[in-house]
């Protein structure tokens, strides 16, 4: 089954300890993304890749690293998570140059920085 | 500065009518636009799509309307279903690759 998997779903953490979300797709997908979303504020993309070893800020990088090292996955890392960073978090992904653009959504990470 | 606009955060529609929701966009590079939808609990699916380059794109209940001189798309669900209770996102991009710009969402209610 073509899926996007983020893990953990669900992560409670407190400030300064880092933590890494981890994201895979199986659709050999060359582009990666990843997006937060906050109430009122819909999708905001964090970072983004548009292949291996590729990568480039979003709108809100701050705060945020990630790598490709592989083609399938795109970790999210927050070195040193802060309570502004509770949010939900989506990675999303879909094949470069695709005629209709459409993206892949995994099911969400909701982090909560205490 | 918000470059993609839903400015309705709601809308209730009576079963069996049709549904419009509106999206503004600012740039005039833009030239890809996309609509998702998001239940709860659950990441957001590709509905439907626009190039710049047409004034409609009609998929099942589903028809994306495109005004390029207003900077203005609309989506059109008829005849609306209990299944279409969601937050739908309107996004454009600037080509086929480039980032993905998205709105703040929408949240139709779909009334028995």
């Known amino acids: 089954e073509a899926q996007v998997t983020q893990n953990p779903r669900y992560l409670i953490t407190v400030t300064g300890k880092k933590l890494t979300v981890t994201c895979s797709q199986n659709?050999?997908?060359?582009?990666m993304s990843w997006y937060r979303q906050d109430p009122g504020l819909g999708l905001r993309q964090i970072y983004y890749s548009m292949n291996v070893e590729v990568t480039d800020k979003g709108d809100v990088p701050e705060g945020y690293k990630v790598s490709r090292k592989e083609k399938r996955n795109f970790p999210l890392i927050l070195e040193s998570p802060s309570p502004n960073q509770t949010s939900l978090y989506f990675c999303?992904?879909?094949?470069?140059?695709?005629?209709?653009?459409?993206?892949?959504f995994g099911e969400g990470s909701r982090l909560t920085v205490l | 500065d918000q470059q993609v606009k839903q400015n309705s955060p709601s809308l209730s529609v009576q079963e069996g009518r049709i549904s419009i929701l509106n999206c503004d966009y600012t740039n005039s590079m833009f030239d890809y636009f996309l609509w998702y939808k998001k239940y709860p609990a659950e990441g957001p699916t590709f509905l439907i799509s626009?190039?710049?380059?047409?004034d409609k794109n009609e998929d099942g209940r589903f028809t994306v309307f495109l005004n390029k001189s207003a900077k203005h798309l609309s989506l059109h669900i008829v005849p609306s279903q209990p299944g279409d209770s969601a937050v739908y996102f309107c996004?454009?991009?600037?080509?086929?690759?480039?980032?993905?710009?998205f709105g703040k969402g929408t949240r139709l209610h779909i009334l028995p």
């Open positions: 659709m050999n997908h060359e582009y």
């Open positions: 996004a454009a991009s600037k080509d086929r690759d480039d980032k993905i710009i």
């Open positions: 999303a992904s879909r094949l470069a140059g695709q005629n209709t653009g459409e993206l892949f």
């Open positions: 626009i190039s710049s380059i047409k």
